[in-house]
């Protein structure tokens, strides 16, 4: 029994040395923690329940037969954060460059299974060199299989993937069809073709930084939902965004202890709006004066800045929040915006949490790049996610609802719950100029006719009261409320049940 204790001891010892000392040594060199130390950052102390450990590869190609490290590349288990269960696997750049085999990508499978049937999240953390090029199609059968299972996953369980090394070639899919995905600054990048065959291809000259690191994905191409400085403070992060999010889809988002009045009256917002409607302000001051002790985690702060998405709480309960900022682009709803928020209203409905809007939009902005990029496909989006969207939705105009885009906005119409205006809300067809110079063609000459043909229509359309005489608003609040009068339709919502007609699934305009 004593030896077969020893042998235990010394099994594990050698599985968690992963690749051996150097390539730890090397590992922490690149300003990179290894597979191990990463999970236990994101774990709370001592909650990691290891999985297949001892799992070695089968290959036998290459002289590969002499090498089979315990564990193969990669760490799978289970633990918690903050005392909530969720399923980890942390890919071991120190063995095989954290290469996917036939076995590694069976470990992660195993993980994934669980995670779909027991209901609980998937962090995945990505560094790793592709498929293990010894295995060949093995490898990329490894890599269908849990593409497959990322599918059947997705709005089951929430899935997030931190890319924290290199994840190239058919390998970035994965991540790809997880719900977020965090970046690493400088030490981490994603994409299909890495630079020498770009150059090969089509003659470019890139670094792999421009064409696939963490500022190219956040800021560009809108692959990436989140960068950090390190390793550490994604970890962190990754934390903070699990405790805004249920454990799956049968489940609520849990309920926190809050320290804030939900009836706190906040006078500063009586005077947010500017006098001149041109004139842009902060939407952020507002979801910060909203939220619960101001705390907001957002989703995706780097891209289409016209548009706010992410997660506060309201009397300790998760609520998504969609705000379009009048600081970019005057807060205009273009192409990239309403991909930005249809996919996150739709993240929301998936996991049952509640939507809040905070609408000063304009209308959709005009441009042939936009209409040739396919604004309307790209609009009809985030159109046909809140007209879907069955969880309870709250409405807040502040200014602006002109146009097609006060009806994309979880207006009344798209079956939103609570539809409040502020006294500053302007709710039209368009701006009174754009509508003066519409209506009044013949009269452009006349500059006085014209200014008092624009004063008239402020005076009938820049308001909320028509809407309001229609119940297409349900309230005028004053401002300073705005955070007690949605605390109290949220807490009316919660026994909200809606169902759509059944369908097998819907042909949301990709
Ligand atoms: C096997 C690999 C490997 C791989 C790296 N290693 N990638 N072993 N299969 N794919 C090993 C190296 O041999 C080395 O072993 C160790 O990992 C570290 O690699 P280095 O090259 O020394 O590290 P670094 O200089 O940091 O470069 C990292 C790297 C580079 C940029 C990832 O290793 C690289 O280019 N690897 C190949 C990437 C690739 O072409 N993968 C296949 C892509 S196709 P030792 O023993 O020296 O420590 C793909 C298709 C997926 O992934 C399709 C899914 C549908």
């Not at 027991?118 to 060199?129: L, T």
């Not at 609520?319 to 900022?325: H, I, K, M, T």
């Not at 309307?376 to 885009?405: D, N, Q």
């Not at 919502?493 to 007609?501: C, D, M, S, V, Y």
Request: with cysteine.
């Amino acid at each position: 029994m004593k030896d077969i204790l020893q042998e235990l001891e010394e099994r594990r010892a050698a599985a968690r040395a992963g690749g051996g000392l150097r390539r730890v040594e090397a590992q922490h060199a690149k300003g990179k923690l290894t597979a191990r130390e990463r999970v236990e950052l994101l774990l709370d102390e001592g909650s990691f329940e290891e999985f297949d450990m001892f799992v070695a590869h089968r290959c036998t190609d290459f002289g590969m037969e002499a090498d089979r490290p315990a564990g193969d590349g990669v760490v799978t288990g289970w633990g918690t954060i903050n005392g909530r269960m969720l399923y980890v696997f942390s890919q071991d750049f120190t063995v095989f460059g954290g290469s996917l085999s036939e076995t590694h990508a069976q470990k992660i499978c195993k993980i994934m299974d669980m995670a779909i049937q027991n209901g609980a999240p998937v962090i995945g953390i990505n560094d790793s060199g592709g498929a293990r090029i010894q295995e060949g199609v093995a490898s990329l059968a490894g890599y269908a299989e849990v593409f497959q299972r990322n599918v059947l996953a997705s709005g089951v369980v929430p899935q997030i993937s931190l890319i924290m090394g290199p994840c190239a070639g058919g390998a970035v899919y994965s991540p790809a069809m997880t719900d977020f995905i965090f970046m690493v600054k400088d030490s981490s990048y994603m994409f299909v073709t890495g630079p020498d065959v770009v150059k090969t291809v089509t003659n470019e000259v890139v670094t792999a930084e421009e064409l696939g690191g963490a500022a190219t994905h956040t800021r560009k191409s809108s692959v990436a939902d989140g960068a950090y400085e390190n390793d550490i403070e994604m970890l962190a992060e990754a934390r903070r965004l699990i405790d805004f999010l249920p454990l799956n889809n049968r489940q609520k988002a849990p309920v926190r202890p809050f320290f804030d009045d939900p009836a706190r009256l906040e006078a500063s917002l009586d005077t947010l709006i500017p006098d001149n409607p041109n004139q842009p302000y902060d939407m952020k001051e507002l979801i910060l004066k909203v939220a619960d002790e101001g705390d907001f985690f957002e989703i995706q702060r780097d891209f289409a800045g016209n548009i706010i998405t992410g997660f506060i709480r309201i009397e300790g309960q998760t609520v998504g929040v969609v705000a379009n900022q009048p600081m970019v682009l005057a807060g205009c709803l273009d192409i990239d915006s309403s991909r930005k928020a249809a996919r996150f209203v739709r993240f929301c409905d998936a996991f049952e949490i509640p939507i809040l809007t905070f609408v000063d939009v304009p209308g959709f902005l005009p441009g042939v790049a936009q209409e040739l990029g396919g604004v309307i496909k790209h609009g009809a989006k985030l159109l046909f996610a809140y007209g879907e969207a069955t969880v309870p939705k709250v409405t807040v105009i502040t200014r602006k609802a002109y146009g097609g885009a006060y009806d994309v906005m979880a207006s009344k119409h798209l079956r939103g719950d609570f539809n409040y205006a502020w006294p500053t809300a302007e709710i039209a067809v368009m701006g009174a100029k754009g509508a003066v110079e519409i209506l009044y063609r013949s009269e452009l000459g006349d500059k006085d006719k014209i200014a008092a043909r624009v004063a008239d229509y402020e005076e009938r359309f820049a308001n909320p009261f028509v809407a309001a005489e229609k119940g297409f608003v349900d309230e005028v609040i004053r401002p300073h409320s705005t955070r007690k009068r949605v605390a109290r339709a949220f807490a009316s919502l919660r026994g909200k049940k809606l169902a759509n007609p059944w369908k097998k699934h819907d042909n949301i305009p990709l």
